[in-house]
Each structure stands twice: as C-alpha cells, then as structure tokens.
C-alpha cells in the first residue's frame, strides 16, 4: 500500500496570503495525484487531478505541482472560504489512498 | 447536473448488515466507475471500494474485503454498498463518488461526491 503522508497537519495563515501545502507519496505515483477541499459539513470536492490540471470550475489562484513522490498544492491569495482542510489522494494502483489532510485555519 | 443521492445509513449492531444506496442523474451512469469513501467521525478520508462501469469489476480496501460488496443497477442508474459483519470501526460517513472517463481510460479520481449517509455501528 502506498502510504501518503501530508505537512503540515495544521496551517495558520490571513487572508490574501500564499500558502503552500505539501503531500509525500511512499513510493512513485507519476503524476497520478488528486487534491481535494473539505469544508465543515461537507462533501469533499475535487479541485485537482493529474498532479496540476484544475477542475473544472476551479478558481486560478489553486495549482499544483510535482510528479513521483512529492507534490505541493499552492492557493496565490487566500479568501475566506479557502479556510477548509485539504487532502491528496494517489491513484496509482489498488489500493487507493488518502493522505492525512492538512487544515487551513484562520 | 451531475447528483448523487444517497440514502440507507443508520444506526446497527456490532454483527449486523445495512445496504447503502446511491442514485445517479445528470450524466451516462452505465459509463463510468463508481466510487465509495468514508470519513469517521473527526477523522480523515479512507477509500473503501470500486466497481466498474459494467460491474464485472471490484476493488476493496482491505479493511472491508470480504464483508462489503459493492454492485450496480446500471438500469436502475443506482450504485450500492452491501456491508455485513459490520464492527464498530466502520462507523462513519459514507460517500459514494463518480470516478472520470477520459476518452475511453478510466481514472479513479472522484468528481462529485454524494451528500454523505451516516452508519453507526453500536450496541
């Protein structure tokens, strides 16, 4: 099983700020990386595949980055409804995976 | 619009068996993967099973093969979770999601999800 490990667990940031979140893969996953949002009380949405492609929907100041085992997620300038915890998910080969999610708190 | 909804959680036994549910509109059903992830409570995302467009093929985490079986009614445009000898540990949120289609290469990233159906496994 590849193991997908997220850092931070929890990222303290202001409004309008740049912060970069990071997921490490166990062993190589190519590009075969996605990045999710949850919100408090919500389902998960998709906000990245294939390492950097956005979503469709997806605001610019969301991108990716990396390939093999390590990744980043970058949102340009935080608002208010970006504060939500993140996840990555490999989807490499069986089994799937989830990393822990990383929090982005006020 | 792509929806998802879901239905068939709630409370049971440690031992004892629920079917989840999960009705698709909004897109060509028979032609994509179907997904089913948890959450437990104040805990993180775990991927448990999915099923082929057709349904001739699964996959399952190892923490619930051989208790869990996923299926489809593509007919129905209904995706499903059969859960037996359910233990407390699988108490959770359970979501169901539609993997991609990419020409005709199937990937197992998930967009969108369902609202989500609670299963709590006590006595």
């Known amino acids: 099983e590849i193991v997908m490990t997220q850092s931070p667990a929890t990222l303290s940031v202001s409004p309008g700020e740049r912060t970069t979140l990071s997921c490490r893969a166990s062993?190589?996953?190519?590009?075969?990386l996605a990045w999710y949002q949850q919100r408090p009380g919500q389902a998960p949405r998709l906000l990245i595949y294939?390492?950097?492609n956005r979503a469709t929907g997806i605001p610019a100041r969301f991108s990716g980055s990396g390939s093999g085992t390590e990744f980043t997620f970058t949102i340009s300038s935080l608002q208010s409804e970006d504060f939500a915890v993140y996840y990555c998910?490999?989807?490499?080969?069986?089994?799937?995976?989830f990393g822990g999610g990383t929090k982005v708190e006020i | 619009e792509v929806q998802l909804l879901q239905s068939g959680g709630g409370l049971v036994q440690p031992g004892g068996s629920l079917r989840l549910s999960c009705a698709a509109s909004?897109?060509?059903?028979?032609?994509?993967?179907m997904t089913w992830v948890r959450q437990a409570p104040g805990k993180g995302l775990e991927w448990v099973s999915v099923?082929?467009?057709?349904?001739?093929?699964?996959y399952y985490a190892d923490s619930v093969r051989g208790r869990f079986t996923v299926s489809r009614d593509n007919s129905k445009r209904t995706l499903y979770l059969q859960m037996n000898s359910l233990r407390v540990e699988d108490t959770a949120l359970y979501y169901c999601?539609?993997?991609?289609?990419?020409?005709?290469?199937?990937?197992?990233?998930?967009?969108?999800w369902g609202q989500g159906t609670l299963v709590t496994v006590s006595s």
């Open positions: 999601a539609k993997n991609q289609l990419l020409g005709t290469s199937h990937w197992h990233w998930f967009d969108p």
């Open positions: 909004g897109f060509t059903f028979s032609s994509y993967a």
């Open positions: 099923i082929s467009d057709a349904g001739d093929a699964t």
């Open positions: 062993q190589s996953v190519g590009s075969d």
């Open positions: 294939g390492a950097s």
């Open positions: 998910q490999h989807y490499n080969r069986w089994p799937l995976t």
